[in-house]
């Protein structure tokens, strides 16, 4: 099966491919040299939904936790956030096109909060750097700043609201 | 008068860690929470466990009378506030006492003389402690802010009078970053502690951030147990704290020792309290920046090199008896260290709440985790990022840093993000090793523009490799239902006949 990857913004094409004894894993950066990796399902095992991987003689414990797309992997203390798009939603995100929302457009969460105070109105005329919304999480203050001249197209939440992670909170025309 | 039952009002790890000592005293302990702990380990762990309302703090943990009511209700005859929250909060102090229950704390005149900073300088220095050239009093308007702040020289720190953990604290280099500077500790000193009084002081360079503990007791005694040093911080929020500090010359350390005794006499401090010291690491000099009137985060590095558990004096002390040491009993040995671990991403420090999956506290030699993370429990978004506090021990810093370096590697919390990474890199790092690291050090060393592998302990691929066998067998088992789903009938059916044989 054939996968694209991206980890810590750089790209890779991944094969696996499941043997009865072992995983073929051919890992491909951008212009660097395929490698390949056999790896024995002996030191690939998973114990209690925890992976347990011998990689060059030294063994990881690790736990993945995915939807299909974005993957983050946590080893000794590390982690990566992983995307993974196989054949079937490459189609997809190609039908897409390029044409996906870039973050100037709006204003999302990072995280979930509370947004304590929204600076401007809808049609309010904004420069770069200045502040247009307060939101607390986890005790602390965050003022979010705009990042360019823009105009406020629509504003999504209210004061005193709580709202989830990646949800958008201003639209910018 | 004895204190047979307890109610924390607080939550997390310092909640537990006051059910423990209260245990080991034969003391029954009542929890209390909001709606978003019901599931937390301090309402698990207590003798009782009552509801105080919904999850903002505002709502729960910091309702005074609620709280009074719980305590009421339940029989408890003392109240310990742990720290954050109500624990310096002077009116609570003095409606526990109307009630006739016991804080577990400083007296309210305490509180209230050391929460205001400009009151705690100005009694602190009558007291004979060195004090940060600043403004007499506070400073009113941006005008007045340029005018004192040229006064006392660039770069200048703007303090809210009754800020503290991080807000109402900013930092100007020049006199173009003071005014929004001085807004910005204004309101979040009217939002968070409803006074908007700020105050500027000269900001050192290159200083360490030193601390002296001190106990004192109603019969007028008072004893310090050396210092802490706390200089790995990120936003005003410590990081690690260790005890004792390596740039701390014994006759130094004695000398600041004395002065926080005396000045802990000076204001018949009672309880648990925490003298805080701005250290000049070139010149050795010290200035009290402010004094914190409850137990702190990193009590347990002083308690490990010297043996005494403060949560138990602090409730002997409350009881109205006299210390249980005297200064020249108190002695420290060894060197200890102590890490916060954080649900926070290690590079941007932004918070990082969720639902932890896989939980594996280090354990063996000299280790003491203090924590409330479980496996399966999520943690909330209304209250501090930190899950635990790894403490390490060791007979000097070198293993001390040895003990902790494997404790790291121990540690395994996976489903969120946590500094435990951070902390990897900082204990490997050679300001840190030698210890000439100072409050500027994360900021310098770790800032987000640096661009570091926090991940270097773990081969790229590892990652690659794991995510994509997960992908693939993701793949498969959708493969595998879609064809189940197909021949339901057919399933059926071999399970029927599989019975009837």
């Known amino acids: 099966m054939l996968f694209e990857a991206e980890s ?111 600076l401007v109105d809808k049609g309010d005329q904004v420069k770069a750097g200045e502040p247009i919304l307060i939101m607390e999480a986890m005790k602390m203050e965050n003022e979010m700043l705009a990042t360019k001249d823009t105009k406020i197209k629509a504003v999504h939440v209210k004061e005193g609201q709580t709202v989830e992670a990646d949800v958008k909170l201003i639209s910018f025309s | 008068m004895n204190i047979k039952k307890v109610l924390i009002a607080n939550r997390g790890e310092i909640a537990i860690r006051v059910i423990r000592s209260c245990r080991e005293m034969n003391i029954s302990t009542v929890a209390v929470f909001s709606e978003a702990d019901r599931n937390s380990l301090h309402v698990m762990l207590a003798d009782e466990a009552y509801c105080i309302g919904p999850a903002p703090s505002n709502e729960s943990y910091l309702v005074i009378d609620k709280i ?59 007291a004979g402690v060195p004090i940060v050239p600043g403004s007499p009093g506070p400073v009113e308007s941006e005008k007045d802010a340029i005018k004192v702040s040229k006064e006392i020289g660039f770069p200048v720190i703007i303090k809210a009078s009754a800020g503290g953990g991080g807000k109402g604290i900013r930092v100007c280099l020049d006199e173009k970053e003071l005014p929004s500077a001085f807004r910005a500790c204004q309101s979040e000193g009217e939002n968070y502690f409803n006074d908007s009084r700020v105050f500027i002081e000269r900001f050192i360079q290159n200083p360490k951030h030193i ?19 706390c200089s790995v911080q990120r936003r005003h929020q410590k990081l690690i704290e260790e005890a004792p500090s390596v740039s701390v010359p014994e006759e130094v350390r004695q000398k600041m020792g004395e002065i926080a005794v005396t000045a802990a006499k000076s204001i018949k401090y009672e309880g648990a309290g925490t003298i805080e010291f701005i250290f000049d690491n070139s010149t050795k000099e010290f200035f009290f920046m402010e004094m914190n009137t409850r137990l702190q985060v990193e009590h347990p590095v002083t308690e490990m090199i010297t043996g005494h558990d403060f949560v138990k004096e602090q409730i002997k002390v409350a009881q109205g008896k006299k210390l249980s040491v005297k200064q020249e009993q108190i002695e420290k ?21 969720g639902k932890i999956r896989r939980y594996r506290s280090p354990k063996g030699p000299f280790i003491r985790v203090d924590g409330y993370a479980y496996p399966g429990y999520k943690i909330p978004i209304y209250y501090d990022p930190m899950i635990s506090k790894l403490i390490v021990w060791g007979k000097d810093r070198k293993d001390c840093l040895k003990v902790l370096n494997r404790a790291l590697q121990e540690y395994m919390i996976t489903g969120i993000k946590t500094n435990l990474v951070l902390h990897r890199n900082i204990i490997a790092h050679p300001k840190f090793k030698d210890g000439t690291y100072t409050t500027q050090f994360i900021e310098n060393e770790f800032g987000e523009r640096k661009q570091k592998d926090f991940f270097m302990y773990v081969d790229e691929h590892v990652f690659l490799i794991s995510a994509a066998i997960t992908a693939y067998k993701e793949e498969k088992r959708k493969d595998i239902s879609k064809y189940n789903y197909q021949s339901q009938w057919k399933n059926t059916g071999r399970a029927q006949s599989m019975r009837t044989q």
């Open chain 1, 8 to 118: 810590n913004k750089k790209k890779y094409t991944i094969h696996v491919n499941e043997g009865v004894l072992d995983w073929k894993i051919k890992i491909h950066q951008d212009k660097k040299e395929p490698i390949q990796y056999i790896v024995s399902k002996n030191d690939y095992q998973t114990l209690d939904k925890t992976i347990s991987f011998i990689f060059k003689n030294s063994s990881y414990l690790i736990d993945v936790v995915g939807d299909g797309i974005n993957y983050d992997v946590y080893t000794r203390g590390s982690y990566r956030s992983i995307k993974i798009f196989n054949d079937e939603m490459l189609l997809h995100e190609s039908l897409r096109g390029g044409d996906s929302l870039s973050d100037d457009k709006e204003l999302k969460s990072g995280m979930p909060g509370k947004i304590l105070k929204v």
């Open chain 2, 68 to 126: 009074i009511e719980v305590a009421k209700t339940s029989g408890a005859d003392a109240v310990h506030p742990g720290y954050g929250f109500l624990s310096e909060n002077a009116s609570f102090a003095r409606k526990l006492k109307k009630q006739d229950i016991i804080f577990i704390g400083p007296t309210e005149k305490n509180i209230k003389d050391m929460g205001d900073k400009l009151s705690a300088r100005e009694l602190f220095k009558k």
């Open chain 2, 211 to 229: 601390e002296i503990q001190v106990f004192g007791d109603s019969h007028g005694n008072a004893v310090h147990f050396f210092d802490r040093e």
């Open chain 2, 333 to 353: 040995k060894g060197h200890s260290i102590e890490i916060r671990v954080c649900a926070e991403d290690p590079i941007s420090f932004i918070p990082c709440p």
